[in-house]
């Protein structure tokens, strides 16, 4: 089975789409909701005709709200889920993939060197030798496979 592994940018990113439907959907809601409010009458609604039925667009509107509700609830639940996913991968990271966690807490968080090592409970300038040591076994494993 090859699956594809959600990265945390990705997630992020993801996240940041679904905030923005969400925008889309609060704003629209918020308009059936201005449009539900007391404003001035209009000459043409006092006219009357025997064929025309009333409908009232205030359940018309709240209507519309409640498919809106479902949406956004099921966005927001989205993007819990996505916020879970992060918490615990960046758990599992922190627990076995140290590395890992210190790149991405470097080059994505743009934490400073005595914070990370202050996270990760480690002695001064620890986590900066690590990170070096990385990169360049990194840089190193790039020049071997280029010469292949």
Known sequence: MDEKQLTIKQAKNEIKHLENEIDVYLTQRNINFLKTQPKAMQLKDLVVDSSHTNLDCFLDYISKDEEYDFKIYGLLASIYAYKNYIAKELQRMSEYDEI?????????????????????????????????????????????????
């Open 100 to 148: 890992g966690y210190i790149v991405y807490l470097k080059e994505n968080e743009k934490k400073s060197w005595k914070e990370i090592d202050k996270l990760l409970h480690h002695g001064e300038d620890y986590s900066r030798t690590k990170y070096k040591r990385h990169k360049k076994m990194v840089k190193i494993s790039n020049f071997n496979n280029e010469k292949k």
